[in-house]
Protein backbone atom coordinates (compact mmCIF):
# COMPACT_ATOMS: atom_id res chain seq x y z
CA UNK A 1 0.00 0.00 0.00
CA UNK A 2 1.40 3.41 -0.79
CA UNK A 3 0.09 6.11 1.58
CA UNK A 4 1.77 9.66 3.13
CA UNK A 5 0.01 9.80 6.25
CA UNK A 6 -0.50 13.64 6.69
CA UNK A 7 -1.14 16.56 8.63
CA UNK A 8 -4.75 16.84 7.77
CA UNK A 9 -6.85 17.42 11.00
CA UNK A 10 -9.14 14.74 10.07
CA UNK A 11 -8.96 13.51 13.32
CA UNK A 12 -10.35 16.47 16.14
CA UNK A 13 -13.99 15.00 16.04
CA UNK A 14 -15.65 18.18 17.27
CA UNK A 15 -18.78 18.63 16.54
CA UNK A 16 -18.77 22.36 15.81
CA UNK A 17 -16.32 24.97 15.11
CA UNK A 18 -14.39 26.87 18.06
CA UNK A 19 -16.56 28.95 20.09
CA UNK A 20 -14.60 32.19 19.10
CA UNK A 21 -15.08 30.31 15.08
CA UNK A 22 -18.75 31.03 15.75
CA UNK A 23 -18.78 34.37 15.78
CA UNK A 24 -16.49 34.75 12.73
CA UNK A 25 -18.71 32.14 10.85
CA UNK A 26 -21.97 34.40 11.67
CA UNK A 27 -20.32 36.86 10.07
CA UNK A 28 -19.04 35.33 7.25
CA UNK A 29 -22.36 33.96 6.49
CA UNK A 30 -23.76 37.26 6.89
CA UNK A 31 -21.39 38.52 4.21
CA UNK A 32 -21.77 35.87 2.31
CA UNK A 33 -25.96 36.62 2.62
CA UNK A 34 -25.64 40.06 2.15
CA UNK A 35 -24.57 39.82 -1.48
CA UNK A 36 -25.81 36.23 -2.95
CA UNK A 37 -28.74 38.05 -4.87
CA UNK A 38 -26.16 40.06 -6.47
CA UNK A 39 -23.29 37.43 -7.05
CA UNK A 40 -26.64 35.34 -8.50
CA UNK A 41 -27.76 38.00 -10.93
CA UNK A 42 -24.66 39.17 -12.21
CA UNK A 43 -22.60 35.46 -12.39
CA UNK A 44 -19.73 36.92 -10.57
CA UNK A 45 -17.50 35.69 -7.88
CA UNK A 46 -18.25 36.21 -4.65
CA UNK A 47 -15.57 38.18 -3.40
CA UNK A 48 -16.61 40.09 -0.64
CA UNK A 49 -18.10 36.48 0.88
CA UNK A 50 -14.06 35.05 0.21
CA UNK A 51 -12.77 38.02 1.57
CA UNK A 52 -15.01 37.87 4.86
CA UNK A 53 -13.76 34.05 5.16
CA UNK A 54 -10.15 34.93 4.59
CA UNK A 55 -10.50 37.66 7.27
CA UNK A 56 -11.85 35.17 9.72
CA UNK A 57 -9.34 32.35 8.55
CA UNK A 58 -12.21 30.17 7.51
CA UNK A 59 -10.00 29.50 3.98
CA UNK A 60 -7.56 27.22 6.18
CA UNK A 61 -10.40 25.25 8.31
CA UNK A 62 -9.09 21.59 7.37
CA UNK A 63 -5.25 22.83 7.83
CA UNK A 64 -4.52 21.92 11.39
CA UNK A 65 -3.47 25.06 14.14
CA UNK A 66 0.19 24.76 13.94
CA UNK A 67 0.08 25.23 10.05
CA UNK A 68 -2.25 28.39 10.88
CA UNK A 69 -5.62 26.43 9.78
CA UNK A 70 -8.21 26.26 12.15
CA UNK A 71 -8.13 21.86 12.95
CA UNK A 72 -11.55 21.41 11.71
CA UNK A 73 -12.18 18.04 11.19
CA UNK A 74 -14.98 16.30 8.76
CA UNK A 75 -18.18 17.06 11.30
CA UNK A 76 -16.91 20.56 11.64
CA UNK A 77 -16.32 21.15 7.95
CA UNK A 78 -19.78 19.98 7.27
CA UNK A 79 -21.16 22.03 10.15
CA UNK A 80 -19.60 25.10 8.41
CA UNK A 81 -20.72 24.37 4.71
CA UNK A 82 -24.32 23.84 6.11
CA UNK A 83 -24.17 27.30 7.85
CA UNK A 84 -22.38 28.86 5.10
CA UNK A 85 -24.90 27.40 2.49
CA UNK A 86 -27.66 29.29 4.47
CA UNK A 87 -26.56 32.56 3.04
CA UNK A 88 -25.32 31.79 -0.32
CA UNK A 89 -24.89 28.50 -2.14
CA UNK A 90 -22.27 29.62 -4.27
CA UNK A 91 -20.02 31.06 -1.83
CA UNK A 92 -20.51 27.90 0.38
CA UNK A 93 -19.74 25.51 -2.59
CA UNK A 94 -17.17 27.20 -3.47
CA UNK A 95 -15.67 26.72 0.50
CA UNK A 96 -16.93 23.24 0.43
CA UNK A 97 -14.55 22.61 -2.81
CA UNK A 98 -11.74 24.32 -1.69
CA UNK A 99 -11.89 22.39 1.74
CA UNK A 100 -11.51 19.50 -0.17
CA UNK A 101 -8.49 19.71 -2.40
CA UNK A 102 -7.04 21.42 0.77
CA UNK A 103 -7.66 18.35 2.57
CA UNK A 104 -6.42 16.10 -0.36
CA UNK A 105 -2.84 18.17 -0.12
CA UNK A 106 -2.72 17.97 3.72
CA UNK A 107 -3.63 14.36 4.02
CA UNK A 108 -1.52 13.13 0.93
CA UNK A 109 1.40 15.47 0.61
CA UNK A 110 2.13 17.13 3.72
CA UNK A 111 5.99 17.95 2.35
CA UNK A 112 4.58 20.18 -0.68
CA UNK A 113 6.50 22.91 -0.48
CA UNK A 114 3.56 25.38 -2.06
CA UNK A 115 1.63 23.42 0.93
CA UNK A 116 3.08 25.75 3.46
CA UNK A 117 2.46 29.10 1.48
CA UNK A 118 -1.04 28.13 0.42
CA UNK A 119 -2.24 28.02 3.90
CA UNK A 120 -0.57 30.71 5.23
CA UNK A 121 -1.76 33.07 2.23
CA UNK A 122 -5.18 30.83 2.77
CA UNK A 123 -4.89 30.35 -1.55
CA UNK A 124 -8.20 29.40 -2.73
CA UNK A 125 -6.88 25.92 -4.64
CA UNK A 126 -9.25 24.57 -7.62
CA UNK A 127 -10.04 21.47 -8.97
CA UNK A 128 -9.30 20.64 -12.20
CA UNK A 129 -10.55 17.08 -12.55
CA UNK A 130 -12.89 17.61 -15.62
CA UNK A 131 -11.47 16.98 -18.87
CA UNK A 132 -12.66 16.86 -22.92
CA UNK A 133 -12.78 13.58 -24.11
CA UNK A 134 -13.34 11.63 -20.47
CA UNK A 135 -17.58 11.66 -19.99
CA UNK A 136 -17.08 12.99 -16.79
CA UNK A 137 -14.96 10.11 -15.33
CA UNK A 138 -13.28 11.81 -12.26
CA UNK A 139 -10.93 8.33 -12.57
CA UNK A 140 -10.23 8.60 -16.41
CA UNK A 141 -7.64 11.24 -17.48
CA UNK A 142 -6.57 11.81 -21.30
CA UNK A 143 -3.89 14.51 -21.01
CA UNK A 144 -0.63 13.28 -19.76
CA UNK A 145 2.23 14.71 -17.32
CA UNK A 146 5.83 15.07 -20.12
CA UNK A 147 9.23 15.96 -18.99
CA UNK A 148 9.93 19.48 -19.21
CA UNK A 149 12.71 21.40 -20.89
CA UNK A 150 15.03 21.92 -17.66
CA UNK A 151 15.54 19.03 -15.62
CA UNK A 152 13.12 17.82 -13.35
CA UNK A 153 10.06 19.81 -14.85
CA UNK A 154 7.12 18.62 -16.42
CA UNK A 155 4.69 19.78 -18.30
CA UNK A 156 1.07 19.32 -18.45
CA UNK A 157 -2.02 20.95 -21.05
CA UNK A 158 -5.12 19.83 -20.09
CA UNK A 159 -9.00 21.01 -21.66
CA UNK A 160 -10.79 21.15 -18.39
CA UNK A 161 -14.49 21.27 -18.89
CA UNK A 162 -15.77 22.84 -15.40
CA UNK A 163 -13.31 24.89 -13.62
CA UNK A 164 -14.59 26.57 -10.62
CA UNK A 165 -13.73 29.66 -9.86
CA UNK A 166 -10.81 29.08 -11.83
CA UNK A 167 -9.82 32.62 -12.63
CA UNK A 168 -9.72 33.41 -9.02
CA UNK A 169 -7.96 30.60 -7.32
CA UNK A 170 -4.26 31.16 -6.37
CA UNK A 171 -3.93 27.56 -6.91
CA UNK A 172 -4.80 24.28 -8.79
CA UNK A 173 -4.80 20.59 -8.27
CA UNK A 174 -5.06 19.00 -11.37
CA UNK A 175 -5.32 15.51 -12.23
CA UNK A 176 -3.54 13.98 -15.61
CA UNK A 177 -1.83 10.35 -16.64
CA UNK A 178 1.19 9.28 -14.75
CA UNK A 179 2.99 9.93 -18.40
CA UNK A 180 1.15 10.32 -22.13
CA UNK A 181 1.72 6.64 -22.98
CA UNK A 182 0.10 5.42 -19.42
CA UNK A 183 -3.21 3.75 -19.02
CA UNK A 184 -6.21 6.58 -18.49
CA UNK A 185 -6.91 5.07 -15.19
CA UNK A 186 -3.34 5.35 -14.13
CA UNK A 187 -3.54 8.84 -12.83
CA UNK A 188 -1.38 11.54 -10.83
CA UNK A 189 -2.87 14.48 -8.77
CA UNK A 190 -0.41 18.03 -9.43
CA UNK A 191 -0.49 20.90 -7.25
CA UNK A 192 0.45 23.91 -9.08
CA UNK A 193 0.60 27.92 -8.37
CA UNK A 194 -0.61 30.27 -10.25
CA UNK A 195 2.04 31.78 -11.68
CA UNK A 196 2.98 28.22 -13.44
CA UNK A 197 0.19 28.28 -14.97
CA UNK A 198 -1.12 30.01 -18.44
CA UNK A 199 -4.95 29.70 -18.32
CA UNK A 200 -7.07 30.30 -21.29
CA UNK A 201 -11.10 30.88 -20.67
CA UNK A 202 -12.45 28.50 -23.28
CA UNK A 203 -16.52 29.22 -22.72
CA UNK A 204 -18.74 30.94 -20.64
CA UNK A 205 -20.90 29.81 -17.02
CA UNK A 206 -23.93 31.75 -17.60
CA UNK A 207 -26.30 28.68 -15.81
CA UNK A 208 -29.41 28.18 -14.13
CA UNK A 209 -27.88 27.64 -10.58
CA UNK A 210 -24.82 28.32 -8.86
CA UNK A 211 -23.84 30.72 -10.75
CA UNK A 212 -21.76 32.48 -8.56
CA UNK A 213 -18.93 29.59 -8.69
CA UNK A 214 -17.92 30.75 -11.81
CA UNK A 215 -17.12 27.22 -13.73
CA UNK A 216 -16.45 27.33 -17.20
CA UNK A 217 -13.88 25.53 -19.25
CA UNK A 218 -10.21 26.65 -19.42
CA UNK A 219 -7.24 25.29 -21.40
CA UNK A 220 -4.52 25.07 -18.97
CA UNK A 221 -0.58 24.93 -19.65
CA UNK A 222 1.29 24.27 -16.73
CA UNK A 223 5.36 23.89 -16.10
CA UNK A 224 5.84 22.54 -12.79
CA UNK A 225 8.92 20.60 -10.75
CA UNK A 226 8.71 16.98 -9.93
CA UNK A 227 8.29 17.80 -6.09
CA UNK A 228 4.96 19.34 -6.71
CA UNK A 229 3.25 15.82 -8.55
CA UNK A 230 1.61 14.04 -5.34
CA UNK A 231 3.43 10.94 -4.06
CA UNK A 232 0.37 8.82 -3.89
CA UNK A 233 -1.55 7.82 -7.02
CA UNK A 234 -4.53 9.70 -7.53
CA UNK A 235 -7.21 6.76 -7.73
CA UNK A 236 -5.94 6.66 -3.68
CA UNK A 237 -6.05 9.98 -2.76
CA UNK A 238 -9.66 9.90 -4.33
CA UNK A 239 -11.09 6.96 -2.28
CA UNK A 240 -9.37 7.74 0.92
CA UNK A 241 -10.32 11.50 0.84
CA UNK A 242 -11.49 13.34 -2.26
CA UNK A 243 -14.42 11.11 -2.96
CA UNK A 244 -15.84 10.87 0.29
CA UNK A 245 -15.23 14.21 1.30
CA UNK A 246 -16.87 15.80 -2.06
CA UNK A 247 -19.75 13.41 -1.21
CA UNK A 248 -20.03 14.91 2.84
CA UNK A 249 -19.26 18.34 2.01
CA UNK A 250 -21.48 19.16 -1.20
CA UNK A 251 -24.31 17.03 0.92
CA UNK A 252 -23.93 19.57 3.64
CA UNK A 253 -23.90 22.38 1.41
CA UNK A 254 -27.08 21.17 -0.48
CA UNK A 255 -28.91 20.37 2.81
CA UNK A 256 -27.99 23.89 4.27
CA UNK A 257 -29.63 25.32 1.28
CA UNK A 258 -32.81 22.97 1.98
CA UNK A 259 -32.88 24.50 5.23
CA UNK A 260 -32.84 28.02 5.04
CA UNK A 261 -35.84 27.00 2.41
CA UNK A 262 -37.69 25.39 5.06
CA UNK A 263 -36.49 28.53 7.33
CA UNK A 264 -38.38 31.05 5.32
CA UNK A 265 -41.58 28.94 4.93
CA UNK A 266 -41.82 28.88 8.55
CA UNK A 267 -41.06 32.51 8.82
CA UNK A 268 -43.91 32.85 6.08
CA UNK A 269 -46.28 30.45 7.80
CA UNK A 270 -45.48 31.84 10.93
CA UNK A 271 -46.64 36.11 9.73
CA UNK A 272 -49.94 34.49 8.16
CA UNK A 273 -50.73 33.03 11.58
CA UNK A 274 -50.26 35.84 13.19
CA UNK A 275 -52.81 37.50 10.93
CA UNK A 276 -55.14 35.20 11.72
CA UNK A 277 -54.60 32.23 9.04
CA UNK A 278 -54.28 28.75 10.76
CA UNK A 279 -50.61 27.49 9.52
CA UNK A 280 -52.08 23.89 8.05
CA UNK A 281 -50.16 23.52 4.73
CA UNK A 282 -48.85 19.89 5.40
CA UNK A 283 -46.00 21.13 2.49
CA UNK A 284 -44.50 22.82 5.55
CA UNK A 285 -44.09 19.49 8.06
CA UNK A 286 -43.57 17.63 4.72
CA UNK A 287 -40.41 19.52 4.13
CA UNK A 288 -39.50 19.57 7.63
CA UNK A 289 -39.70 15.64 7.67
CA UNK A 290 -37.64 15.43 5.08
CA UNK A 291 -35.05 18.00 5.83
CA UNK A 292 -34.47 15.82 9.25
CA UNK A 293 -34.46 12.63 7.35
CA UNK A 294 -31.21 14.12 5.08
CA UNK A 295 -29.94 15.33 7.99
CA UNK A 296 -29.73 11.77 9.93
CA UNK A 297 -28.50 10.37 6.77
CA UNK A 298 -25.57 12.99 6.53
CA UNK A 299 -24.36 12.55 10.02
CA UNK A 300 -24.64 8.61 9.48
CA UNK A 301 -22.32 9.32 7.05
CA UNK A 302 -19.90 11.56 8.82
CA UNK A 303 -19.44 8.78 11.60
CA UNK A 304 -19.20 5.83 8.72
CA UNK A 305 -16.34 7.71 7.33
CA UNK A 306 -14.53 10.01 9.55
CA UNK A 307 -11.90 6.63 10.34
CA UNK A 308 -11.36 6.20 6.82
CA UNK A 309 -10.90 10.40 6.70
CA UNK A 310 -8.47 10.55 9.34
CA UNK A 311 -6.99 7.62 8.02
CA UNK A 312 -7.02 5.21 10.44
CA UNK A 313 -9.29 3.08 8.53
CA UNK A 314 -9.67 1.30 4.58
CA UNK A 315 -11.89 2.66 2.41
CA UNK A 316 -14.52 -0.35 1.74
CA UNK A 317 -17.03 -0.90 -0.77
CA UNK A 318 -19.58 -0.43 1.13
CA UNK A 319 -18.52 2.85 2.59
CA UNK A 320 -18.39 3.66 -1.46
CA UNK A 321 -22.23 2.22 -1.32
CA UNK A 322 -23.26 4.33 1.60
CA UNK A 323 -21.76 7.42 -0.03
CA UNK A 324 -23.41 7.14 -3.14
CA UNK A 325 -26.34 6.96 -1.60
CA UNK A 326 -26.17 9.62 0.10
CA UNK A 327 -25.24 11.95 -2.52
CA UNK A 328 -28.18 10.79 -4.27
CA UNK A 329 -30.63 11.30 -1.76
CA UNK A 330 -29.52 14.08 -0.31
CA UNK A 331 -29.58 15.81 -4.10
CA UNK A 332 -33.13 14.75 -5.08
CA UNK A 333 -34.55 15.20 -1.73
CA UNK A 334 -33.21 18.51 -0.96
CA UNK A 335 -35.01 19.84 -4.26
CA UNK A 336 -38.23 18.08 -3.25
CA UNK A 337 -37.58 20.49 0.39
CA UNK A 338 -37.43 23.41 -1.93
CA UNK A 339 -39.96 23.00 -3.82
CA UNK A 340 -42.40 21.82 -0.77
CA UNK A 341 -40.86 25.00 0.87
CA UNK A 342 -42.16 27.14 -2.35
CA UNK A 343 -45.69 25.58 -2.29
CA UNK A 344 -46.02 27.28 1.47
CA UNK A 345 -44.38 30.92 0.67
CA UNK A 346 -46.49 31.20 -2.56
CA UNK A 347 -45.41 34.09 -4.42
CA UNK A 348 -43.35 35.45 -1.88
CA UNK A 349 -40.71 32.58 -2.65
CA UNK A 350 -41.20 32.66 -6.09
CA UNK A 351 -40.12 35.72 -6.43
CA UNK A 352 -36.53 36.52 -6.90
CA UNK A 353 -36.68 39.60 -4.71
CA UNK A 354 -37.39 39.98 -0.56
CA UNK A 355 -36.99 37.57 2.09
CA UNK A 356 -39.46 34.85 1.65
CA UNK A 357 -37.58 34.07 -1.63
CA UNK A 358 -36.55 30.51 -2.39
CA UNK A 359 -35.72 31.05 -6.41
CA UNK A 360 -32.25 31.44 -6.04
CA UNK A 361 -32.09 28.02 -3.76
CA UNK A 362 -34.06 25.83 -5.84
CA UNK A 363 -32.23 26.97 -9.12
CA UNK A 364 -29.12 26.51 -6.95
CA UNK A 365 -30.23 23.21 -5.91
CA UNK A 366 -30.95 21.51 -9.41
CA UNK A 367 -27.17 21.43 -9.71
CA UNK A 368 -26.87 19.04 -7.37
CA UNK A 369 -28.08 15.85 -8.84
CA UNK A 370 -25.73 16.69 -11.93
CA UNK A 371 -22.61 16.96 -9.99
CA UNK A 372 -21.14 13.42 -10.47
CA UNK A 373 -24.23 12.64 -11.88
CA UNK A 374 -26.25 10.44 -10.03
CA UNK A 375 -27.66 8.10 -12.97
CA UNK A 376 -23.90 7.48 -12.81
CA UNK A 377 -24.26 6.75 -8.85
CA UNK A 378 -27.04 4.95 -9.37
CA UNK A 379 -25.69 2.28 -12.01
CA UNK A 380 -22.47 2.07 -9.97
CA UNK A 381 -24.44 1.01 -7.09
CA UNK A 382 -26.33 -1.15 -8.60
CA UNK A 383 -23.42 -3.33 -9.17
CA UNK A 384 -21.33 -2.94 -6.08
CA UNK A 385 -24.59 -3.80 -4.29
CA UNK A 386 -23.76 -6.95 -4.90
CA UNK A 387 -20.59 -6.77 -2.74
CA UNK A 388 -22.39 -6.19 0.55
CA UNK A 389 -22.89 -8.83 2.87
CA UNK A 390 -25.53 -9.37 5.35
CA UNK A 391 -28.95 -7.00 5.96
CA UNK A 392 -28.25 -3.79 4.28
CA UNK B 1 -3.64 -19.91 -6.93
CA UNK B 2 -2.05 -16.91 -8.89
CA UNK B 3 -2.66 -18.95 -12.26
CA UNK B 4 -6.28 -19.25 -11.51
CA UNK B 5 -6.25 -15.72 -10.57
CA UNK B 6 -4.97 -14.92 -13.62
CA UNK B 7 -6.95 -16.57 -15.98
CA UNK B 8 -10.18 -15.08 -14.07
CA UNK B 9 -8.83 -11.56 -14.84
CA UNK B 10 -8.41 -12.44 -18.36
CA UNK B 11 -12.07 -13.25 -18.73
CA UNK B 12 -12.62 -9.50 -17.79
CA UNK B 13 -12.64 -6.78 -20.79
CA UNK B 14 -10.50 -4.16 -18.52
CA UNK B 15 -7.92 -6.84 -17.39
CA UNK B 16 -7.61 -9.04 -20.68
CA UNK B 17 -4.80 -7.04 -21.75
CA UNK B 18 -1.87 -7.84 -19.27
CA UNK B 19 -3.85 -10.48 -17.32
CA UNK B 20 -1.46 -13.41 -17.93
CA UNK B 21 1.69 -11.26 -18.36
CA UNK B 22 1.81 -8.38 -15.74
CA UNK B 23 3.79 -9.44 -12.26
CA UNK B 24 2.35 -10.63 -9.03
CA UNK B 25 3.08 -7.49 -7.29
CA UNK B 26 2.50 -4.97 -9.77
CA UNK B 27 -0.32 -2.34 -9.23
CA UNK B 28 -3.86 -3.58 -10.77
CA UNK B 29 -5.56 0.15 -10.51
CA UNK B 30 -2.01 1.74 -12.66
CA UNK B 31 -2.25 -0.72 -14.99
CA UNK B 32 -6.19 -0.40 -15.88
CA UNK B 33 -8.13 -1.64 -13.17
CA UNK B 34 -11.00 0.36 -11.88
CA UNK B 35 -13.73 0.03 -9.50
CA UNK B 36 -16.60 -1.68 -11.30
CA UNK B 37 -14.24 -3.84 -12.89
CA UNK B 38 -13.03 -4.94 -9.67
CA UNK B 39 -16.64 -5.62 -8.55
CA UNK B 40 -16.81 -8.33 -11.26
CA UNK B 41 -13.59 -9.93 -10.53
CA UNK B 42 -14.50 -10.40 -6.88
CA UNK B 43 -18.45 -12.22 -8.01
CA UNK B 44 -16.09 -14.58 -10.27
CA UNK B 45 -13.46 -14.99 -7.32
CA UNK B 46 -16.58 -15.86 -5.46
CA UNK B 47 -17.87 -17.92 -7.37
CA UNK B 48 -14.89 -19.55 -8.58
CA UNK B 49 -12.83 -20.59 -4.99
CA UNK B 50 -16.56 -20.79 -3.29
CA UNK B 51 -15.97 -18.41 -0.51
CA UNK B 52 -17.26 -14.97 0.33
CA UNK B 53 -14.52 -12.31 1.01
CA UNK B 54 -15.72 -10.52 4.31
CA UNK B 55 -16.49 -6.72 3.91
CA UNK B 56 -14.16 -5.36 5.64
CA UNK B 57 -11.40 -7.21 3.23
CA UNK B 58 -13.69 -5.11 0.19
CA UNK B 59 -10.46 -2.37 -0.50
CA UNK B 60 -8.68 -0.94 -2.63
CA UNK B 61 -5.58 -2.97 -1.39
CA UNK B 62 -7.64 -6.00 -1.90
CA UNK B 63 -7.45 -6.05 -5.40
CA UNK B 64 -4.38 -4.16 -5.92
CA UNK B 65 -2.40 -7.26 -6.63
CA UNK B 66 -2.42 -10.52 -7.76
CA UNK B 67 -1.10 -12.07 -4.26
CA UNK B 68 -3.18 -9.59 -2.69
CA UNK B 69 -6.19 -11.29 -3.66
CA UNK B 70 -4.36 -14.61 -3.70
CA UNK B 71 -3.75 -13.92 0.33
CA UNK B 72 -7.65 -12.64 1.07
CA UNK B 73 -8.76 -16.16 -0.67
CA UNK B 74 -6.22 -18.32 0.93
CA UNK B 75 -7.16 -17.35 4.50
CA UNK B 76 -10.80 -17.22 3.30
CA UNK B 77 -10.36 -21.14 1.72
CA UNK B 78 -8.68 -21.79 5.04
CA UNK B 79 -11.48 -20.59 7.53
CA UNK B 80 -13.54 -22.93 5.57
CA UNK B 81 -11.71 -25.77 6.10
CA UNK B 82 -10.94 -26.50 3.01
CA UNK B 83 -7.48 -26.19 1.52
CA UNK B 84 -6.43 -24.43 -2.06
CA UNK B 85 -5.71 -26.75 -4.83
Keep these: MTRTKGTYAGSPRTGRPAEDGEEALRRATAVAAEHAADVDRGARFPEEAVAALRAHGLVAAAAPVHLGGQGAGVRALTRIAERLARGCGSTAMIWAMHQIQLACLLQHHPDAPLLKRAVAEQWLIASVTSEVGVGGDLRRSSAGVSHGERANTYTLRKQGTTVSYGAQAQGYLLTARRDTDADGGNQVAVLAARDQVTLTRTGDWDTLGMRGTCSPPFDLDVTFDGDQILPVPFGDIAARTMVPLSHLLWAAVWVGLAGEAVRRAVDVSRRRGRGGTVPDNPALSLAHARLTGIRAQLDAAVAASEPVLDGSAEPTMALGVELNALKVAVSDTAIEIARLSLDVCGMAGFTEQGPHSVARILRDLHSAPLMISNRRLLAANSQMLLTLRGDR | ?85
Design chain 2, 1 to 85: MHEQIRAIMSELSKLSSFALTIHDDDDLWDAGMDSLTSVQLLLRLEEHFEVEIPEDALTRDTFRTIKAMSDVLLAQLETKGSPAS
